[in-house]
């Protein structure tokens, strides 16, 4: 579903991501964790293709693009549309209801007919549990609320893999429970998901693989229980004994 050769990402002098090599199949949950500043994100945006990478390959489901040389423009859009990404801020339009953030993407974007996009997006709602806040507007929801408006709307675009970078951290912690149950669902259904997060709960119960980074490179990867409670490397091991 996901295959990832040799990534890197510069800014300036900075080099946030050192040549980096993940594969992820269809129905996989990779959770990446690491301290603050260690590529988690800015490798999920150069998945997304938000920020193109210096270099490596990206390949989501059958599109591919080489970035060890320059990527035309329509590639890199079809490569976008392979994925939905979810914020750490809910990024929603402040004008718009619930059912026309949703809608906006399909209709604009893809071209859909705002009929069926009307319905999917119902539907959408439904079943991330604001079947009745349809009608609501941005400043109408709580935080959580907001938060799985935007897992919708990803949704909405039909996308094969999911893409969340860090949704819960912008939240309370008594509305982080409702986020996380949306994404658990997901993930049970059996949609292919990259999540950054410090849930280290979430990470143990829905993940399939969970990488540790650091500095720009993969430090340690495997499942679950063995990155908890046997990690190998001793940057892994400090950084869990902090947060745990």
């Given at each position: 579903m996901i295959s990832i050769k040799g990534l890197k990402k510069?800014?300036?002098?900075?080099?946030?991501?050192?040549?980096?090599?993940?594969?992820?199949?269809?129905?996989?949950?990779?959770?990446?964790?690491?301290?603050?500043?260690?590529?988690?994100?800015?490798?999920?945006?150069?998945?997304?293709?938000?920020?193109?990478?210096?270099?490596?390959?990206?390949?989501?489901?059958?599109?591919?693009?080489?970035?060890?040389?320059?990527?035309?423009?329509?590639?890199?859009?079809?490569?976008?549309?392979?994925t939905g990404m979810v914020f750490q801020s809910y990024n929603l339009f402040p004008h718009m209801t619930a059912l026309e953030n949703v809608m906006e993407g399909p209709i604009t974007v893809q071209k859909r007919s705002k009929s069926e996009v009307c319905e999917k997006a119902k539907a959408l709602l439904e079943k991330v549990g604001l079947g009745d806040k349809i009608d609501y507007y941005p400043f109408q929801l709580s935080g959580g609320q907001q938060q799985r408006v935007g897992i919708a709307r990803a949704l909405a675009i039909e996308p094969k893999v999911m893409l969340f970078d860090e949704p819960t951290s912008a939240l309370d912690p008594e509305l982080v429970g409702e986020v996380l149950k949306v994404m658990k669902d997901l993930a049970e259904e059996g949609m292919?998901?990259?999540v950054v997060t410090h849930e280290m709960r979430f990470a143990k119960e829905a993940a399939d693989e969970v990488i540790f980074m650091d500095g720009g490179h993969i430090v340690e990867r495997g499942d679950p229980m063995t990155i908890f409670e046997n990690p190998q490397n001793d940057r892994t091991r400090k950084f869990l004994s902090l947060i745990q």
């Open positions: 510069q800014f300036d002098d900075l080099e946030v991501l050192k040549g980096m090599d993940i594969e992820v199949r269809k129905g996989q949950v990779i959770v990446l964790i690491g301290p603050s500043g260690s590529g988690k994100t800015t490798f999920l945006r150069c998945l997304n293709a938000l920020e193109i990478p210096n270099g490596g390959e990206i390949t989501i489901g059958d599109i591919g693009a080489n970035f060890n040389g320059k990527v035309p423009k329509q590639k890199l859009l079809k490569l976008r549309r392979q292919t998901m990259v």
